[in-house]
């Protein structure tokens, strides 16, 4: 059957299991665009291409599928970096397609080029230019393969127009054959062994789980083998979700804005059993001063991520969940000792808090939001001081409820994602939870938002300040307060511009209400709360300090 380029990619996209792209049009995706019109496949037309990005990549996180987004040539394809490289820090399987000039055009400064395969290389587990219209099913195939399997990540495929233009005689592409990619998934015997023995010898093990754990869908498995073991858990910022919120054994995060009971018992621990997790630079503090007391078994997919930044005494390469299920059969039930009395006397010593006064303060915004909720929302976040009070006043007691940006840290992101969030699961309540300035950087999507009837709650924590800028001039720039003062603009005013729902709430008696009605509302909700402006977020670790040397 003869096909076009064009539909040729649209059946690939289907035979993947593909059913909703985010994107925006251009001149050298027209084919593209044209083939669209009469697939039988969801297009969600952002406002901007960071938009469709971010959008993918809150749908792939929310779904676990594969995220894909589209975009032109040029400055179209140069919107998506930012949201490439966000997805490719934090592991998301995304597809990113893009345009690009005729071939005979390439490296000719044409109108709208840009080398993107050769820009986003740093960021994307893989990449392609597909120059023959023969190449381009399997090259598709491939594509989702290589996002969705081993370490998740983003893969970019970029099409000249005059491939998706072309045509040919259309054939399934067959079995995919890639001998350089064989992503290992079972730990070794020896490994799984010298991890059995060090395992049941420790008296103060600990739990510490990433992102992983939720990408691989070992929950489950990660659970039993805490409450055999009682081991206390502590996540990172991507984890959280992979264990319940509500357990007895869970600690919250670790790192610097962590609790201090999860750091001291990373500091105090014989055995930490870090899963699906990097050990990140937020996460160790002083890196000669992490885990010192501590044998330290590393179970994580990705080879490169072993040792990288910390000592690790028992490396075990795999699935996590395949891991895990390997490794529970050899353990034995252990009895509760005095390492779960002493984290529980932690826990009453030193629990997360914050001191009330006359003002509306953020904690008592997310904390209202859980109650409303009844926890059952799904979370997605921008960047700043209310994402760290999103981690610590709501609790996430199942997987993939918890949307955020981890390694990149990118203002903007929340908005977009949590309409992907939506796309992803339409019967569920979303809020994205912002500051006041990350809200400003991708703002124009609640067109997209009102213009789908994607029906997100958006809370604006605005205290007037770049938030978590301003608590690092307090805390080490002598109050210096350079550049992070906003002037914003009336967000009701705006909401109701774009034709959603605005509400504006400066007390305390206002919030419940307030909350309750936006997620009866079928519209989009943007919830302007005036909090206390110079709040901090505590408790924290100075850059570069020990986790026990903690402030607040």
Request: overall charge negative.
């Given at each position: 059957?003869?096909?076009?380029?064009?539909?040729?990619?649209?059946?690939?996209?289907?035979?993947?299991?593909?059913?909703?792209?985010?994107?925006?049009?251009?001149?050298?995706?027209?084919?593209?665009?044209?083939?669209?019109?009469?697939?039988?496949?969801?297009?969600?037309?952002?406002?901007?291409?960071?938009?469709?990005?971010?959008?993918?990549?809150?749908?792939?996180?929310?779904?676990?599928?594969?995220?894909?987004?589209?975009?032109?040539?040029?400055?179209?394809?140069?919107?998506?970096?930012?949201?490439?490289?966000?997805?490719?820090?934090?592991?998301?399987?995304?597809?990113?397609?893009?345009?690009?000039?005729?071939?005979?055009?390439?490296?000719?400064?044409?109108?709208?080029?840009?080398?993107?395969?050769?820009?986003?290389?740093?960021?994307?587990?893989?990449?392609?230019?597909?120059?023959?219209?023969?190449?381009?099913?399997?090259?598709?195939?491939?594509?989702?393969?290589?996002?969705?399997?081993?370490?998740?990540?983003?893969?970019?495929?970029?099409?000249?127009?005059?491939?998706?233009?072309?045509?040919?005689?259309?054939?399934?592409?067959?079995?995919?054959?890639?001998?350089?990619?064989?992503?290992?998934?079972?730990?070794?015997?020896?490994?799984?062994?010298?991890?059995?023995?060090?395992?049941?010898?420790?008296?103060?093990?600990?739990?510490?789980?990433?992102g992983g754990v939720v990408s691989a869908g070992a929950h489950e498995e990660l659970k039993k083998m805490a409450e055999l073991l009682v081991a206390p858990v502590t996540t990172t910022l991507m984890g959280l979700g992979g264990f319940p919120g509500d357990h007895p054994l869970y600690l919250g995060m670790l790192g610097m804005h962590g609790s201090k009971y999860a750091n001291y018992a990373v500091c105090e621990c014989d055995l930490l059993i870090a899963v699906g997790a990097r050990f990140s630079n937020r996460v160790t503090g002083k890196i000669s001063e992490f885990a010192p007391e501590a044998t330290i078994i590393h179970i994580d997919v990705d080879p490169a991520e072993i040792g990288k930044n910390v000592r690790v005494n028992i490396p075990i390469v795999g699935d996590v969940k395949i891991v895990l299920n390997q490794l529970l059969p050899r353990l034995a039930a252990k009895l509760p000792g005095a390492w779960k009395d002493k984290i529980s006397q932690w826990k009453k010593e030193y629990p997360i808090s914050f001191k009330e006064n006359g003002n509306l303060k953020p904690q008592q915004v997310i904390s209202e939001i859980y109650n409303v909720t009844g926890g059952a929302a799904r979370i997605a976040t921008e960047v700043g001081q209310h994402q760290m009070w999103a981690a610590h006043y709501y609790t996430y007691t199942r997987p993939r409820s918890f949307i955020s940006s981890g390694g990149l840290g990118t203002m903007g992101y929340g908005l977009p994602a949590s309409l992907g969030v939506q796309v992803a699961c339409p019967e569920e309540t979303v809020f994205n939870i912002a500051g006041d300035g990350s809200i400003q950087m991708n703002i124009q999507e609640l067109a997209t938002a009102v213009n789908y009837e994607l029906p997100v709650n958006i809370a604006v924590l605005n205290n007037g300040f770049l938030g978590m800028v301003r608590q690092w001039q307090e805390l080490f720039y002598n109050h210096r307060y350079s550049y992070t003062e906003l002037s914003n603009p009336d967000f009701v005013k705006v909401a109701e511009a774009y034709g959603a729902s605005g509400v504006r709430v400066t007390g305390k008696s206002e919030l419940r209400p307030a909350l309750e009605e936006a997620v009866r509302n079928s519209k989009p909700v943007m919830l302007d709360f005036v909090v206390e402006r110079e709040e901090n977020v505590y408790p924290m670790v100075a850059p570069g300090a020990p986790l026990n040397k903690i402030i607040g």
């Open positions: 059957m003869k096909m076009t380029g064009a539909q040729i990619l649209i059946q690939g996209l289907l035979d993947q299991g593909a059913d909703t792209i985010f994107g925006y049009p251009g001149g050298q995706v027209l084919p593209i665009y044209d083939a669209l019109y009469d697939a039988n496949i969801r297009h969600i037309l952002t406002r901007h291409e960071q938009g469709a990005v971010h959008a993918a990549d809150g749908y792939a996180r929310a779904s676990g599928k594969v995220g894909v987004c589209l975009a032109t040539s040029g400055p179209g394809a140069t919107n998506l970096v930012t949201g490439i490289a966000n997805a490719y820090m934090d592991s998301v399987p995304m597809v990113a397609i893009t345009g690009q000039v005729p071939v005979g055009l390439l490296g000719r400064d044409s109108f709208q080029e840009a080398d993107i395969t050769g820009i986003t290389m740093p960021v994307t587990k893989h990449n392609y230019i597909v120059k023959n219209i023969d190449e381009l099913a399997i090259t598709l195939k491939e594509a989702f393969h290589i996002a969705s399997t081993g370490r998740p990540g983003p893969v970019l495929v970029d099409i000249p127009s005059d491939v998706s233009a072309g045509a040919m005689d259309y054939d399934d592409p067959g079995p995919i054959n890639l001998p350089g990619y064989r992503p290992v998934l079972e730990g070794t015997e020896e490994q799984l062994n010298k991890a059995t023995a060090a395992i049941m010898a420790a008296e103060r093990p600990v739990l510490y789980i990433g």
